[in-house]
């Protein structure tokens, strides 16, 4: 783990249980907690000045939503992300979001348009966080799942949020990648203000197409990165 998880904010809306497993959730799609990483019950509950046991009850609830596996005898980990894992959340979310663009095409108000251009205006050039970046990026879809109208395909969406912020956590981290969001978002905010619904919908899935790509491409350099660090240990242990 690079980076110690940080207490806990109590929240008397909440319980406990719950609090500590959305910040084991957000741990690991920020990447503070790693693909592979053991999760052990006494540190993470000592770093998040908690018990033992909301922090057992919070892995159980991470295993039921594939954010961590159980091994028979060894523990939690955190779950890996697996090609087939990437190509099948974006499989339905390229789906989803052309059919969300579309529908905003023909519903969005003026109002809802010009919300949409003042945020892409505000974060223009802003330097942020990586969870910045997550959260920007959440927030413009949010606004076009909004102005869809549709408030079934709004759900959905909200059901398949989880595991699309860990994918996009690692999809922004790519130097460039942000930008690149940014004007492609920009591009469907146009379409949607002419109204052009075919064209909002062929914009919207090439966006998520391309995100697909970018993860891709980060998982194909972290693989390698990772072969070259096991090849350069074991060159060492021989010698």
Known sequence: MGRKLVPVKLDSYKPLREIVFESLR??????????????????????MGVSRTPVREAIRKLELENFVVMIPRKGAYVAGVS???????????????????????ERATDQEIEEMERFLLYYEGQEMSLEQMVNSDTDFHALVYKASRNERLIQILANLREQIQRFRATSLSVPGRLKNAIDEHRNI?????????EEAQTLATAHIVTAENVMFEA????????????????NSEKE
């Open 83 to 105: 090609h087939k894992d990437v190509a099948d959340v974006f499989e339905i979310r390229s789906a989803l979001e052309g059919l969300a663009a579309g529908l905003a095409a």
């Open 26 to 47: 957000e741990a690991i799609i920020n990447g503070v907690l790693e693909p592979g990483e053991r999760l052990m019950e006494i540190q993470l509950a000592e770093e």
């Open 189 to 197: 905010v146009e379409a949607l203000a002419r109204h052009d619904v």
């Open 219 to 234: 998982l194909r350099l972290s693989k390698e990165l990772g072969d070259s660090k096991e090849s350069s240990e074991a």
